[in-house]
């Protein structure tokens, strides 16, 4: 990777990054000082040539190693759909305006719990986004609401909280205008329970006692594959969850067991399926229907667990091999 940057108040500002790989992990440091910023339209398509010229006139280039470099050697520019996932500096404070507006190919974001300053339409375009990760400071505040708000797709959030991980699914939203005709107005109508979900901050911080109680809406809203993936990762990474909210639940999870073991089974979660098995404690008959569907998946793993699950009701383990 080359980078365009300068410096500013509080360290360095990236304007524009070259390069082949299309994860970029961007450095902590240049000229021995913390990456701060990332200047507007550092990644999209829609930057405006003469400011990017400018920006080229009066910065420098270097390449990931730190050694200054004339200019881009010819790399190409790290922008619209060339950027699949970004890692962002721990002591970034501030995101410019449209930073990646139009990343359409955006996967994955990461982040640290310093980025306080994201600039309007920062997200706008980045729909395929599917994974949010974001270490908090040790108040647990992050600038993640402000994310939240312009992807409206569902997305999985990691946290890490002064080492505790959590993992929490914000559902999609959609808005949509729809015209009163008698007043003479549009209506702006907020579809699904996404926006609640997002809505469940206080300030800067999660509040995930209020993000437990939204609970009721993502049953009743959402496909059931999104709502087992929320509850699934609450139970498995429970920061912060209270008895009340983990036994709601796992209450869930048994009404829908067969179809939670099978998500774990898919995605060969083998430790965690091991887990939900333990908390959810299905009967024989649900244990024997969990494993007609592993033996149709042909996965060895996942029958070896549920045979053991079915041994705990006094049924001979039969062998791995026999699906």
Known sequence: MIYLYRRNKTGICIDRVYGHDGIVELPETLEGLPVTELGAYIFSDHIDRGDLEKCRMS????????L?????EGMPEMSGNAVQELILPSKLRKVGRYAFYNCFHLKKLSFGGDLRDVGVGAMTGCHKIE?????????????????????PETLRVDMDKNGEQGRFWFPEFFEEGVENTPARIIENHVHGSGIRYRNSFLHKKLNI?????????????????????????RILYPMDLTETAEEKYIQYLREHGERAVSILGEEKEYAAMRTILTKITPDRAETEKMLERAQRSGDSRWVSILMDTLAGHGRKKRKAFEL
Request: aromatic fraction near 8%; glycine fraction near 6%; charged fraction near 40%.
């Open 59 to 66: 910065g420098k280039f270097c390449t990931e190693d730190g």
């Open 131 to 151: 994974r949010v990760t974001v270490k908090t400071d040790e108040n647990g505040d992050s600038c993640l609401r402000d994310i939240l708000t312009e992807l």
């Open 68 to 72: 200054e470099v004339q200019d881009e």
């Open 209 to 233: 006692l209020e993000y437990d109680k939204l609970f009721p809406y993502a049953e009743a809203w959402e496909e059931e594959s999104i709502v087992l993936k929320l509850v699934l990762d």
